[in-house]
T-cell receptor, first 111, second 115 residues
Framework: GENVEQHPSTLSVQEGDSAVIKCTYS??????FPWYKQELGKRPQLIID?????GEKKDQRIAVTLNKTAKHFSLHITETQPEDSAVYFC??????????FGAGTILRVKS | GAVVSQHPSRVICKSGTSVKIECRSL??????MFWYRQFPKKSLMLMAT?????????EQGVEKDKFLINHASLTLSTLTVTSAHPEDSSFYIC???????????FGQGTRLTVV
């Protein structure tokens, strides 16, 4: 089955700096890659997603890039703000529409 | 976006009892729902795929008889933790897809504490 690896596990940045989180996946058949933000005790919230027929997608301060050949995708957050502090999960969808999650990245934005 | 509602949000039960958690899709029909378990500071681990009108598909290592899943309608899936033990204490969360290969929407999650 699909295996998703996510790095780094923790990331501290200064307010206003950029943050980058990277994920790799194993199943070349996976075709949908969402990113979720989860605050403590809350449900994961979709922040951006990308499908395998697209190389990059941007939504204001958030962007995702996908390299199908290398089987990796990355989340980029620019001009970080304290409210961006949370746990971020990447995921890949495999056969049967099952989402397989990365281990998560704790992002801390220091003001 | 689509709404998935999960209840209860918190439950405390005694060892040996059973607890039922409900997951409802409020404004769309979900033929498939997923149940996850999340330990503190850890990722979401898929427990099982709930299929409307048929048996759930469990991930390797998940006890079918302990975590009973019922998906009797297109808008409701239930997870029953049977004969609960303290080690079953965790955050359980469901999700549903709004369509084939589409965005997954999550319930609020249920914090289960077994004492």
């Amino acid at each position: 089955g699909e295996n998703v690896e996510q790095h780094p596990s923790t990331l501290s940045v200064q307010e206003g700096d950029s943050a980058v989180i990277k994920c790799t996946y194993s199943d070349s058949a996976s075709n949908y890659f969402p990113w979720y933000k989860q605050e403590l005790g809350k449900r994961p919230q979709l922040i951006i997603d990308i499908r395998s027929n697209v190389g990059e997608k941007k939504d204001q301060r958030i962007a995702v890039t996908l390299n199908k050949t290398a089987k990796h995708f990355s989340l980029h957050i620019t001009e970080t703000q304290p409210e961006d502090s949370a746990v971020y999960f990447c995921a890949a969808i495999e056969y049967g529409n099952k989402l397989v999650f990365g281990a998560g990245t704790i992002l801390r934005v220091k003001s | 976006g689509a709404v998935v509602s999960q209840h209860p949000s918190r439950v405390i039960c005694k060892s040996g009892t059973s607890v039922k958690i409900e997951c409802r899709s409020l404004d769309f029909q979900a033929t498939t729902m997923f149940w996850y378990r999340q330990f503190p500071k850890k990722s979401l681990m898929l427990m099982a795929t709930s299929n409307e009108g048929s048996k759930a598909t469990y991930e390797q290592g998940v006890e079918k008889d302990k975590f009973l899943i019922n998906h009797a309608s297109l808008t409701l899936s239930t997870l029953t933790v049977t004969s609960a033990h303290p080690e079953d204490s965790s955050f359980y969360i469901c999700s549903a897809l709004s369509g084939q290969g589409a965005e997954a929407f999550f319930g609020q999650g249920t914090r289960l504490t077994v004492v």
